[in-house]
C-alpha cells in the first residue's frame, strides 16, 4: 500500500463547476497534511495546508480532513481554466519530512 | 519575505559526467532544506534533507550526494551522472511544517 494515494486522473471538470480531489493515507499518527498545485514544467504551489478534521476554506479552495477515514480532500469551487494542473497531495511524517502522492492532473473545460 | 533560488534552470550533461546544482534561501536562518527529484510523469521523491550544516540525511542510496556548507545553502552533487538520473530537481525549505520549493532545474543526462 503506497503512503499516500490519490486518483492519477485525468479529471475533467466544466468551467464554473466544482471540482473534488481526493487523497488516502497510511499513517495514523500523520497530523499535517497539504494541497500543491504544479502547472506543467513548474514547481510545486503550497495553496492549502490542515492540520486539524473538518473544513478549512480559503477563497474558491477549500481543504476536507477526515482522520478517523485517514482521507484528505480538495474542492475547487467555481473552477477556471487557470486551476488546470496537477494538484499534489502530501503528508508529512516524521520530522519534517513530506510524503507527496502521485498527483491528479485536473482539466478545466471552457 | 522569504526567496528560494536554483541554477542552473535547465542543463544538458553527457552520461558519466560530473553534477553540482546549488540552492540558497533568503529572508530566513536555520531553514530545513529539502531536494527532491521528479521524473517524467511521476511523483516527487525525496533525496536529502537537511537540519543543519553539515547535517545531511539521505533518502534513497544512489550516485547523488549532498551537502550544506552554509545555513542558507545546499548542494547536489554527482561524480557521474547516469541516464536514469534525468529529471526535475527541487530544492525546499522549511521553519515548521509548510515547505516550500524553489523553481527546480531541469536535468537531461544523454
Known amino acids: 500500500q503506497k503512503e499516500v494515494e490519490q486518483n492519477s486522473g485525468p479529471l475533467s471538470v466544466p468551467e464554473g463547476a466544482i471540482a473534488s480531489l481526493n487523497c488516502t493515507y497510511s499513517d495514523r499518527v500523520s497530523q499535517s497534511f497539504f494541497w500543491y498545485r504544479q502547472y506543467s514544467g513548474k514547481s510545486p504551489e503550497l495553496i492549502m495546508s490542515?492540520?486539524?478534521?473538518g473544513d478549512k476554506e480559503d477563497g474558491r479552495f477549500t481543504a476536507q480532513l477526515n482522520k478517523a477515514s485517514q482521507y484528505v480532500s480538495l474542492l475547487i469551487r467555481d473552477s477556471q481554466p487557470s486551476d488546470s494542473a496537477t494538484y499534489l497531495c502530501a503528508v508529512i511524517q516524521g520530522a519534517q519530512k513530506l510524503v507527496f502522492g502521485q498527483g491528479t492532473r485536473l482539466t478545466i473545460n471552457p | 519575505s522569504q526567496t528560494i533560488h536554483q541554477w542552473p534552470a535547465t542543463l544538458v550533461q553527457p552520461v558519466g559526467s560530473p553534477l553540482s546544482l546549488e540552492c540558497t534561501v533568503e529572508g530566513t536562518s536555520n531553514p530545513n532544506l529539502y531536494w527532491y527529484r521528479q521524473a517524467a510523469g511521476r511523483g516527487l521523491q525525496l533525496l536529502f534533507y537537511?537540519?543543519?550544516?553539515?547535517?545531511i540525511s539521505s533518502e534513497v542510496p544512489q550516485n547523488l550526494s549532498a551537502s550544506r556548507p552554509q545555513d542558507r545553502q545546499f548542494i547536489l552533487s554527482s561524480k557521474k551522472l547516469l541516464l536514469s538520473d534525468s529529471g526535475f530537481y527541487l530544492c525546499?525549505?522549511?521553519?515548521?511544517?509548510?515547505?516550500?520549493f524553489g523553481p527546480g532545474t531541469r536535468l537531461t543526462v544523454l
Open positions: 537537511s537540519v543543519g550544516i553539515g547535517q
Open positions: 525546499a525549505w522549511s521553519g515548521g511544517p509548510k515547505q516550500f
Open positions: 490542515i492540520y486539524s478534521n
